[in-house]
């Protein structure tokens, strides 16, 4: 089995920083994709960012200039670096990780339990 651990949602003002972890666990070979999403109050899930084993990646106009997405393959670790945050950007932020092959040779779709940020002053 694997899990996916999350770590550094909090509070903080308009303009302020934030930076998310996420750390997968387990049988793990290899992660094609690991990336965040995010979920606010009455909304659906979007993406944020995704980068690829390869590096690759891809955000949410709504975060480009102002959110950057990086990994270590090795430690299969994934972080949010978040500047210049607005009120806009609260939600429940969840790290994914997609196409995770195992020593079976098959591949699965995990997610965190989830962080919250909160944009306020």
């Known amino acids: 089995q694997v899990q996916l651990v999350e770590s550094g949602g909090g509070l903080v003002q308009p303009g302020g920083s934030l930076r998310l972890s996420c750390a997968a666990s387990?049988?793990?070979?290899?992660?094609?994709?690991m990336g965040w999403y995010r979920q606010a109050p009455g909304k659906q899930r979007e993406l944020v960012a995704v980068?690829?084993?390869?590096?690759?990646?891809n955000y949410a106009d709504s975060v480009k200039g102002r959110f950057t997405i990086s990994r270590d393959n090795a430690k299969n670790a994934v972080w949010l670096q978040m500047n210049s945050l607005k009120p806009e950007d609260t939600a429940v932020y969840y790290c994914?990780?997609?196409?995770?092959?195992?020593?079976?040779?098959?591949?699965?779709?995990?997610w965190g339990q989830g962080t919250q940020v909160t944009v306020s002053s």
């Open positions: 994914n990780a997609d196409g995770v092959w195992d020593y079976s040779g098959r591949s699965y779709r995990y």
């Open positions: 387990g049988s793990i070979v290899s992660i094609n994709v």
């Open positions: 980068i690829t084993s390869g590096g690759q990646t």
